[in-house]
C-alpha cells in the first residue's frame, strides 16, 4: 500500500512554545491531506482538510489560528500548533488521499506540552 | 452530522474465540472503511466495501457492508493475541472525500 510518513514521532515542548508536523505522501502524490488529532482511547476526530495550493478547510471548533496548515506541494503538508499550552497535548495523525476513494494514514506524532 | 457509532465499544476474549464488531449509522456512505490501530501509531487499512451487500474476505477476517450501505460488520474467527488492537470503521459520503470514524472498539485477545 502507499506510505505516509509524519516527522516528529514524538515532541515534548514547553508551554508557549510553537510545534511543527510534518506529513509527506512518499511514493503517490496527494492533492488532499488530512490532519485528525486522538486523544487516549478515543476514535479520531477529523480537525481540518488540507488541498494543495489552497487553503486548508477547518471543522467546526478548531482554532484556525492556533492550528496553522500549510500544504505546499502535492507530497508535503505541515500543521504547526502555535503557542501550544497542555490541552494541546495529544496524538497527531495525518492521512493522504489517493484519489481512489481511500486514505492511507501516517504513523503519527505524540506532542506533549509540559 | 453524520455519526457511525460502534459497538461494543470494548471487548477482551480468550484466544481462539468468534466476536463480531459493529458499526452502524443512520448516514448512506459510498463507502466504508475498516482500519486497525495499536498504540502509538497510525490506522492501518484492513479493507473498503463500496457495493451494498458486499462481503470481503481477509484471511480470518470477514467485513460486511449492508444492504443500505449504511451499516458494517467486521467477524473474526479463531481470535490470536496478534489481532488485539484498536479497530475503527470510518465511512466516506464522498463529500470533500472526508471520512466519519466510528467511537472505534478496544479489542484484547487473552492468550
Known amino acids: 500500500g502507499a506510505v505516509v510518513s509524519q516527522h516528529p514521532s514524538r515532541v515534548i515542548c514547553k508551554s508557549g512554545t510553537s510545534v511543527k508536523i510534518e506529513c509527506r505522501s512518499l511514493?503517490?502524490?496527494?492533492?488532499?491531506m488530512f490532519w485528525y488529532r486522538q486523544f487516549p482511547k478515543q476514535s479520531l476526530m477529523l480537525m481540518a482538510t488540507?488541498?494543495?495550493?489552497?487553503?486548508?478547510?477547518?471543522e467546526q471548533g478548531v482554532e484556525k489560528d492556533k492550528f496553522l496548515i500549510n500544504h505546499a506541494s502535492l507530497t508535503l503538508s505541515t500543521l504547526t500548533v502555535t503557542s501550544a499550552h497542555p490541552e494541546d497535548s495529544s496524538f497527531y495523525i495525518c492521512?493522504?488521499?489517493?484519489?481512489?476513494?481511500?486514505?492511507?494514514f501516517g504513523p503519527g506524532t505524540r506532542l506533549t506540552v509540559l | 452530522t453524520q455519526l457511525l457509532e460502534q459497538s461494543p465499544q470494548f471487548l477482551s476474549i480468550q484466544e481462539g474465540e468468534n466476536l463480531t464488531v459493529y458499526c452502524n449509522s443512520s448516514?448512506?456512505?459510498?463507502?466504508l472503511q475498516w482500519y486497525r490501530q495499536e498504540p502509538g501509531e497510525g490506522p492501518v487499512l484492513l479493507v473498503t466495501?463500496?457495493?451494498?451487500?458486499e462481503v470481503k474476505k481477509l484471511k480470518r477476517l470477514t467485513f460486511q457492508f449492508g444492504d443500505a450501505r449504511k451499516d458494517s460488520s467486521l467477524h473474526i474467527t479463531a481470535a490470536q493475541p496478534g489481532d488485539t488492537g484498536l479497530y475503527l470503521c470510518?465511512?466516506?459520503?464522498?463529500?470533500?472525500?472526508?471520512?466519519?470514524f466510528g467511537s472505534g472498539t478496544q479489542l484484547t485477545v487473552l492468550p
Open positions: 488540507s488541498n494543495e495550493g489552497s487553503k486548508a478547510t477547518y
Open positions: 492521512s493522504a488521499d489517493t484519489g481512489i476513494d481511500t486514505q492511507y
Open positions: 511514493d503517490f502524490q496527494a492533492t488532499t
Open positions: 470510518a465511512g466516506d459520503s464522498g463529500s470533500a472525500r472526508q471520512l466519519t
Open positions: 466495501v463500496v457495493t451494498g451487500g
Open positions: 448516514s448512506v456512505f459510498s463507502s
